[in-house]
């Protein structure tokens, strides 16, 4: 599939990946040394990744209780390229 722009193609991935049971968010973007601009984007769901444990203490000195995190580890993600013939 090909879309002309990358918000095109982003709110497709979301609305299939909706249509599936996933919120789909943007994650990490890769660009090219030559210019600046992005040649490939990653998306998420909105649960992947890992909670972050918080072990620092706080300013009195006591290591504040764990919050809530969205981060569950699912496992789905995608990457979208740009095609080098459209340059």
């Known amino acids: 599939m ?6 095109e ?5 979301k609305s299939e990946g909706f249509r599936a049971g996933y919120i789909i968010v943007k994650g990490r973007t890769a660009k090219r040394d030559r210019d600046d601009q992005p040649h490939k984007r990653y998306f998420e769901c909105e ?3 890992k909670k972050k444990p918080n072990k620092k203490p706080s300013q009195s000195g006591q290591v504040r209780p764990n919050t809530r995190s969205k981060k569950l580890n699912c496992p789905f993600h995608g990457l979208l390229f740009l095609n080098s ?3």
């Open 2 to 7: 090909t879309w002309d722009t990358w918000e």
């Open 9 to 13: 193609a982003f709110e497709y991935i």
């Open 47 to 49: 649960y992947s990744g």
């Open 85 to 87: 013939d459209s340059l």
